[in-house]
């Protein structure tokens, strides 16, 4: 018997793979037609994104001697950085992004972090998820307490995307996950769901379930070539879920495979692609959506400032942020840059932040969700007060 793309789908789903797509709704089932609705995308680089490779610090006088052969070149050298201004470059695998920023679609900030000073995964994601100023100082995630807090402005519905409903996304909002015709679980309730949302477009189930075999092969190590159409079939996958009078508002989404301790340069290829095309994906497939949509993409920490001896990075400290979509006023750099200077360094070895990611999360409630001030110190954040949110006209 010839094997349905929806078998394969539903194996790397249970596996666990890079882009495994169980998904849960939460908020209102039923969000009412009321036209054309924001939207938001958080994307989790999940293992620590290097993000001196991401927004290339080209003209920082002390960036190549640090990064050695993990340094890439200046705008213009051989597969050198994508110009953002004078000063920053996209990496070279980000030709997607780059294009969305010279159209006035894209800023970044290049010294994020979260308000604690950890190096555990697992510890620096619960921060990032939590919202709050500590480890495990809340049992909910960020992100939905923001649908919480912007519900009195309409039915706003969240949805996650990924092997398991992320911390972020979990909490007062949350219902049981949802599936067309009822309420089932574990992998019945994957496989429902997926069959449900799909039974009736087999080239758009096609193309995710062949964007997922490709982004599990490259994370196993294995076939790293990821084919333009179908990892952009999975992000344009992503925008079907969020369009029409009953798609998502809000969506998580989690990106596994940036832990680069070794060989960081040939893994960065593979996995910046990839988030190009799934941003380019949703681009795409978002339509005349995309001018109601910011995509913000955040990771729990950066890296080492200079290479190790196995051509990779270890776990840092600042990063970079991306921010994406057509809501976006137009702009550059969010936030100061410290310099890679031997001084400037965080405890001698790592980019020093200069931003709180909160600061920037909220900004984008703010302005893109309309979520409150007193909200976001006090609610989605607490005892955030003293990070304001990015200023005015982010949005």
């Excluded at 920082?60 to 050298?77: E, H, K, S, V």
């Excluded at 949805?159 to 909002?173: E, F, K, Y």
């Excluded at 996958?237 to 495979?257: E, N, P, Q």
């Excluded at 920490?301 to 776990?315: E, L, P, S």
Aim: no cysteine; proline share 4%.
């Amino acid at each position: 018997m010839t094997r349905s793309p929806f078998a394969l789908n539903r194996r790397l789903v249970l596996g666990g793979s890079l882009a495994g797509i169980g998904l849960a709704y939460a908020g209102q089932a039923g969000a009412q037609a009321r036209g054309p609705r924001n939207k938001l995308v958080v994307v989790i680089a999940r293992g620590a994104m290097d993000g001196l490779s991401v927004t290339v610090p080209y003209a920082d006088a002390n960036y190549r001697n640090l990064r050695g052969g993990l340094a890439i070149g200046a705008p213009g050298q051989g597969n050198g950085a994508l110009a953002l201004d004078d000063t920053f470059g996209l990496h070279p695998a980000l030709p997607g992004l780059k294009a969305i920023y010279d159209a006035g679609q894209m800023r970044f900030a290049p010294a994020a972090a979260i308000p604690v000073r950890v190096r555990s995964h697992f510890d620096a994601q619960d921060v990032l998820e939590n919202g709050g100023e500590g480890l495990r100082q809340q049992v909910d995630g960020w992100l939905n307490r923001a649908l919480v807090a912007a519900g009195g402005s309409g039915a706003l519905k969240g949805l996650s995307i990924g092997a398991q409903t992320p911390l972020i996304l979990r909490g007062r909002a949350e219902t049981s996950s949802w599936a067309p015709g009822g309420q089932v679980k574990g992998e019945d309730r994957i496989a429902s769901l997926l069959q449900d949302l799909y039974v009736d477009d087999p080239m758009l189930q096609g193309n995710l379930a062949r964007g997922l075999e490709t982004e599990a092969l490259a994370a196993a190590g294995g076939d790293t070539s990821l084919r333009r159409n179908d990892v952009n079939g999975l992000g344009q996958a992503v925008a079907r879920l969020m369009t029409g009078d009953d798609g998502a508002d809000v969506v998580a989404l989690s990106i596994d495979g940036w832990d680069t301790h070794a060989r960081q340069n040939a893994q960065l290829q593979t996995r910046l692609t990839g988030l190009d095309q799934v941003i380019g994906g949703m681009h795409d497939g978002l339509g005349d959506q995309w001018t109601n949509t910011v995509v913000v993409v955040a990771t729990e920490f950066g890296r080492t400032a200079r290479a190790n001896g196995t051509q990779g990075t270890d776990h840092g400290t600042g990063s970079s942020m991306l921010l994406a979509g057509g809501a976006l006023k137009r702009g550059g750099m969010i936030g100061d840059w410290p310099t890679l200077a031997d001084n400037r360094l965080f405890e001698s070895r790592d980019l020093t932040p200069t931003i709180d990611v909160r600061s920037v999360f909220k900004g984008v409630l703010r302005d893109h969700i309309g979520v409150d001030r007193a909200a976001l110190d006090q609610r989605v954040f607490p005892g955030s007060a003293a990070e304001a949110p990015t200023m005015e006209g982010l949005v």
